[in-house]
């Protein structure tokens, strides 16, 4: 090497130069990179987590009273899904040791996806027979959450029954408080 490659070397630009691009290229990408990071973390928001946990909090309280309210009925439903129908019908009884008359008005259940809220719904459930009841149901398959919820003219506040299914393995389910 001799002296007159490095007079030329020296008398290059800087911003001709491999090294200065190469070093601030390092941390544009990270700050790129960032941005990015969350721009997704704002479009893609978790829907599990509620900000209003008081008002949850008070929903238990109101969930555990209708559970209770189910077991003094001794209500047990069944609950079958015909997917090709695209219906639900529920068959509801009282339990063997209770054998008096029960008027239920105002049926629905809720099918909540376990991990996306946006899949929830509500069905309305018309009487249909007696003890019987039927809705429309739109196509869900895999895991749900259900909640048979109604009111009686036996009581003052409404009651409901939980459970789960998988339409993936069964279509019928039994709800028992």
């Known amino acids: 090497m001799d002296h007159s490659d490095l007079n030329n070397q020296a008398l290059t630009p800087w911003y001709k130069q491999f090294w200065p ?5 390092l941390p544009a990408s990270v700050v790129v ?4 990071t969350v721009v997704l ?3 893609h928001q978790d829907s599990l987590v509620n900000d209003n946990y008081y008002k949850v909090g008070k929903a238990i309280n109101q969930s555990l009273e209708q559970r209770d309210a189910a077991k ?3 209500i047990i439903a069944q609950v079958n899904f015909d997917l090709s129908a695209q219906t639900v019908n529920v068959a509801i009884s009282r339990s063997s040791d209770d054998s008096s008359e ?3 008005t105002d049926l629905s259940l809720t099918l909540s996806h376990p991990v996306d809220s946006k899949q929830d719904s509500i069905i309305s459930l018309s009487n249909n027979a007696p003890n019987s009841f039927i809705g429309a149901l739109s196509k ?10 109604g009111n009686s003219e036996q009581l003052t506040s409404g009651w409901s029954i939980d459970g789960e299914i998988d339409l993936n393995i069964r279509h019928q389910i039994e709800l028992q408080p």
């Open 33 to 36: 990179a960032g941005i990015y």
């Open 72 to 74: 003094k009925l001794n």
């Open 41 to 43: 973390a704002f479009q």
């Open 102 to 104: 029960i008027i239920l």
């Open 140 to 149: 869900p398959s895999g895991r749900w959450y259900l909640k048979l919820a």
């Open 21 to 25: 691009w190469f070093i601030m290229a």
